[in-house]
């Protein structure tokens, strides 16, 4: 006998994450800080200055995480999930505003180099909150992909890429430490820059596909072409075909629209029987989905996109 899935633990939400993420984006600023302070490290500022970008990004993600979460109204009939890729493209601009700032600070420091004072208390500070981030961050995109959030995703990569810049920084303050080269603390930060770059480009880039009605992820599409072929197959042959089948995501839902060509000689009860029962297995197959199904007989052709091909 099929179970119903275990519903989502509600201190796991995106609001509970994010309020979590702006608590330990405040304490990492003030333990990087510290930590710069002690050593003197550019590096070192660099994950400090990436910390603030953590903690107006998780405002910003809680912010229009609550507009999504608002129910549909006369002015937004279809919801306001979309609210979410504001906050994945504003994280994104964040984060590359920061990598041109923290490449400015690293080219000066590499033409000047200056020596790191009490690396051990530094690398200390940095390894706990990297710690806090790291925590953090598996916890928030296990409940991404529960959620389906889009803006819980992008904080938690932007956390794991603070966990590697910190990763970074560490390796050039021990390389220091070694071998006295103080140059490999600016490249050090130099490369952080670099990689956090990348990533504040393909957030911008994600949030960018999203407002413009990108389709569902392959891997949706394909249990909806599953669950088509299944009433195909239920049918005599050449009884029951669907075609314009057209996904798009937006933020947390998901949505299809489709033709179902049923036998002319069909009543009306038969076939809303049916498309209820074609509504029920896609959303049991996909939570979250919406789906439009229009009927029409099946030597009968609509005018449509014709870009979108016939898939069963």
Same mark, same amino acid.
């Given at each position: 006998?099929?179970?119903?899935? +275990?519903?989502?633990? !509600?201190?796991?939400? #995106?609001?509970?994450?994010?309020?979590?993420?702006?608590?330990?984006?405040?304490?990492?600023?003030?333990?990087?800080?510290?930590?710069?302070?002690v050593t003197g490290?550019?590096?070192?500022?660099?994950?400090?200055?990436?910390?603030?970008?953590?903690?107006?990004?998780?405002?910003?993600?809680?912010?229009?995480?609550?507009?999504?979460?608002?129910?549909?109204?006369?002015?937004?009939?279809?919801?306001?999930?979309?609210?979410?890729?504001?906050?994945?493209?504003?994280?994104?601009?964040?984060?590359?505003?920061?990598?041109?700032?923290?490449?400015?600070?690293?080219?000066?420091?590499?033409?000047?180099?200056?020596?790191? +004072?009490? #690396?051990?208390?530094?690398?200390?500070?940095?390894?706990?909150?990297?710690?806090?981030?790291?925590?953090?961050?598996?916890?928030?995109?296990?409940?991404?992909?529960?959620?389906?959030?889009?803006?819980?995703?992008?904080?938690?990569?932007?956390?794991?890429?603070?966990?590697?810049?910190?990763?970074?920084?560490?390796?050039?303050?021990?390389?220091?430490?070694?071998?006295?080269?103080?140059?490999?603390?600016?490249?050090?930060?130099?490369?952080?820059?670099?990689?956090?770059?990348?990533?504040?480009?393909?957030?911008?880039?994600?949030?960018?596909?999203?407002?413009?009605?990108?389709?569902?992820?392959?891997?949706?599409?394909? !249990?909806?072409?599953?669950?088509?072929?299944?009433?195909?197959?239920?049918?005599?042959?050449?009884?029951?075909?669907?075609?314009?089948?057209?996904? !798009?995501?937006?933020?947390?839902?998901?949505?299809?629209?489709?033709h179902l060509h049923?036998? +002319?000689?069909?009543?009306?009860?038969?076939?809303?029987t049916l498309r209820?029962?074609?509504?029920?297995?896609?959303?049991?197959?996909?939570?979250?989905?919406?789906?439009?199904?229009?009927?029409? #007989?099946?030597?009968?052709?609509?005018?449509?996109?014709?870009?979108?091909?016939? !898939?069963?």
């Amino acid at each position: 006998m099929p179970t119903c899935p +275990a519903a989502p633990r !509600r201190w796991l939400s #995106p609001r509970h994450l994010l309020w979590a993420s702006v608590a330990v984006a405040l304490l990492t600023i003030v333990l990087k800080t510290l930590a710069w302070h002690v050593t003197g490290s550019v590096g070192l500022l660099s994950d400090a200055m990436e910390s603030f970008v953590n903690l107006a990004g998780a405002m910003f993600a809680l912010a229009m995480v609550t507009v999504a979460q608002r129910p549909a109204d006369d002015d937004h009939p279809y919801g306001h999930h979309k609210a979410e890729y504001f906050s994945s493209g504003f994280e994104g601009v964040l984060i590359v505003g920061v990598s041109v700032g923290i490449l400015w600070a690293a080219g000066y420091r590499l033409l000047e180099p200056q020596p790191i +004072a009490q #690396p051990g208390w530094g690398m200390g500070l940095s390894l706990l909150s990297s710690a806090l981030n790291g925590l953090l961050a598996w916890m928030m995109l296990r409940s991404a992909r529960e959620h389906r959030s889009v803006a819980l995703e992008a904080d938690a990569r932007h956390l794991v890429t603070d966990v590697w810049t910190s990763a970074g920084v560490l390796a050039g303050i021990a390389g220091v430490a070694l071998t006295g080269w103080l140059w490999l603390d600016a490249l050090a930060a130099i490369a952080v820059a670099l990689n956090i770059l990348k990533e504040g480009a393909t957030l911008v880039w994600r949030s960018s596909q999203g407002l413009m009605d990108s389709a569902v992820e392959p891997a949706v599409q394909a !249990r909806i072409d599953s669950t088509l072929r299944q009433f195909v197959q239920a049918q005599p042959p050449g009884a029951l075909r669907f075609d314009h089948v057209i996904t !798009r995501r937006a933020g947390q839902r998901q949505f299809v629209d489709l033709h179902l060509h049923l036998p +002319a000689d069909w009543t009306l009860g038969q076939a809303a029987t049916l498309r209820g029962q074609l509504e029920q297995s896609l959303m049991s197959a996909m939570p979250g989905l919406r789906a439009t199904i229009e009927l029409l #007989p099946t030597d009968v052709e609509a005018l449509g996109d014709p870009g979108a091909a016939a !898939r069963c």
